[in-house]
């Protein structure tokens, strides 16, 4: 009896691990240097990573097909489509600052 209740739960588990949907993705910004501190967010979740020093991240997808947004203080927004994606490479636009704008 202690078998069976170990080995359907064990395959509970194993279903449920195939419901998540791990990006990997690396930020840069226009001279291809990682950018540190990007908070990377699901569309229309509360599921957010942040990229570390190597402008790195992993989140949790749930759904492929879904939406990022990337938003830095020094950067402009980004929006991204992952579709079936299992890692991604973005770009970040930097901001133009106010002396630049004139």
Known sequence: MKKLA???????FIS?????????????NASGAPVEN????????????TTDAKG???INTKNRGD???LTHPDYQMSRIDIGDNSEISIEL???????QQK
């Open 93 to 99: 636009k930097e901001k133009k600052s106010q002396e």
């Open 67 to 69: 939406e990022l947004i």
């Open 38 to 49: 990007v908070l990377v967010q699901v569309m229309g979740t509360d599921l957010n990573s």
């Open 6 to 12: 170990f080995i359907l739960l064990s395959l509970a």
């Open 56 to 58: 790195e991240f992993r």
């Open 16 to 28: 449920c691990g195939n419901d998540s949907n791990l990006l990997d993705g690396k930020v840069t």
